[in-house]
């Protein structure tokens, strides 16, 4: 069973940077699409940033300029840099990847934009 681990949330004051990193916990083949949603308390999961193998990306419309998703094929890592953080990014970041027909989710990481 394929578990993926984020890492990497934190406090930050607002204007400041995060880079949160998921990976799976064991060998894994590589997934072919991986994603970063968020949640924050009392609102639905949303989608931030996905990317292909290829490392093709897509953006939530309102993240583009400040968020950047990446990808190591040969670690089967994806990463999510965080620029200019405000307020209102605080919320749990999950980590998703597919593999196959099945979707997989890590338990994740709180990250709280505050000063």
């Known amino acids: 069973q394929v578990q993926l681990v984020e890492s990497g949330g934190g406090l930050v004051q607002p204007g400041g940077s995060l880079r949160l990193s998921c990976a799976p916990s064991?060998?894994?083949?590589?997934?072919?699409?991986m994603a970063w949603y968020r949640q924050a308390p009392g609102k639905q999961r949303d989608l931030v940033a996905r990317?292909?193998?290829?490392?093709?990306?897509t953006y939530a419309e309102s993240l583009k300029g400040r968020f950047t998703i990446s990808r190591d094929n040969a670690k089967n890592t994806m990463y999510l840099q965080m620029n200019s953080l405000e307020p209102e990014d605080t919320a749990v970041y999950f980590c998703?990847?597919?593999?196959?027909?099945?979707?997989?989710w890590g338990q994740g990481t709180q990250v709280t934009v505050s000063s």
């Open positions: 998703y990847a597919r593999l196959g027909l099945t979707d997989y």
């Open positions: 990317i292909t193998t290829s490392g093709s990306t």
């Open positions: 064991g060998r894994s083949s590589r997934f072919l699409l």
